[in-house]
């Protein structure tokens, strides 16, 4: 039996069947939606699904005539997706408990992962769909034009919108807490100073959750879709964007792996940048 759960603890459910699929992907909405770099789902039986807690906590935005996505109200982290027509059950792998006994599979949507990541595994990418999930091209998104000595953000219904100026850092993080927040095998997080940030439209809808036994860990993420957007982090001086979700190059690559003793089972890091089992030395 295989457990997931999102950051808060509000929405708790269990797979009682081994999963038949693990694909990653890279595509403009699971970026927004997650905050990451790239998503992992893990898919099983429907029949296989259930429940513990928290169904009456899932909001759920269309975010394509094809798709509706599912995140807690509380914490922002992914739901699962439950297709019972397609008799799969499909779950973020970033919020599961322990090894989910599979590996992923392949890389969906390679032709859209972000410009700052770089595939460095020997798993099949694919363009798109995979041809063995029906193939298809996904839907179109809107652009946004780079702008000079600013990145910018948004989230996955667009409401929201943020640009950061001189960014400070950019790490991979694998620490348990972003993988669950992120949905994901890891966050990837740029930093900035409170100066250097601004939102740029939709500020209102914008949701804080902070751990409560954590002194500064929090997410922010938007309360009409889901999406992952900056965090404001007051404790910190800093802000924490998503890089996942910028619509704009920022002018910086990733730096690290950190928190790499904690990472998932299930991911191997096969990038050559450093490895930091916790925080890097300042
Ligand atoms: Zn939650
Ligand atoms: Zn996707
Ligand atoms: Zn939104």
């Known amino acids: 039996m295989t457990r997931g759960v999102c950051l808060c603890g509000a929405l ?4 009682t069947a081994p999963f038949q699929m693990m694909m990653h992907c890279h595509c403009s909405m699971c970026r927004k939606h997650h905050g990451a770099m790239f998503a992992t789902f893990v898919a099983a039986p429907y029949s296989a699904f259930r429940w513990v807690r928290g169904e009456d906590a899932l ?5 394509s005539e094809h798709g509706v996505r599912s ?4 914490c922002g982290s992914v739901g699962p997706t439950l297709i019972p027509e397609s008799g799969f059950a499909f ?8 090894d989910p006994g599979i590996r992923p599979q392949g890389h969906m949507f ?5 410009a700052l990541y770089e595939i460095t595994d020997s798993l099949p990418q694919y363009a798109a769909v995979p041809p063995d999930f029906g193939g298809g091209t996904g839907v179109a998104r809107p652009t946004v034009e780079q702008r000079e000595g600013v990145a910018d953000g948004s989230c996955l219904c667009g409401d929201v919108a943020y640009e950061v100026r001189a960014p400070m850092r950019m790490y991979h993080c694998h620490c348990s807490r972003c993988r ?4 994901a095998a890891h966050t990837t997080n740029m930093f900035s100073s409170i100066a250097d940030f601004s939102f740029t439209r939709g500020e209102h809808l914008v949701k804080e959750y902070k751990v409560p036994e954590a002194a500064r860990f929090g997410v922010s993420f938007c309360t009409r879709c889901g999406g992952k957007v900056a965090r404001v982090s007051r ?5 924490v964007v998503p890089v996942g979700a910028l619509d704009t190059n920022p002018g910086m ?3 690290a792996n950190i928190f790499v003793a904690s990472k998932a089972p299930w991911f191997d890091i096969t990038d050559a940048l450093p490895q930091f089992a916790e925080m890097p030395p300042t």
């Open 91 to 98: 779950a973020p792998a970033g919020n599961l408990d322990g």
């Open 12 to 15: 708790e459910y269990q797979f």
């Open 253 to 255: 690559l990733p730096q």
């Open 71 to 74: 995140y807690c109200r509380q």
């Open 180 to 183: 669950r927040a992120r949905s």
């Open 59 to 63: 909001e759920k935005f269309k975010s």
């Open 110 to 114: 390679a032709g859209s992962k972000s």
């Open 235 to 239: 404790e910190r001086g800093t802000v």
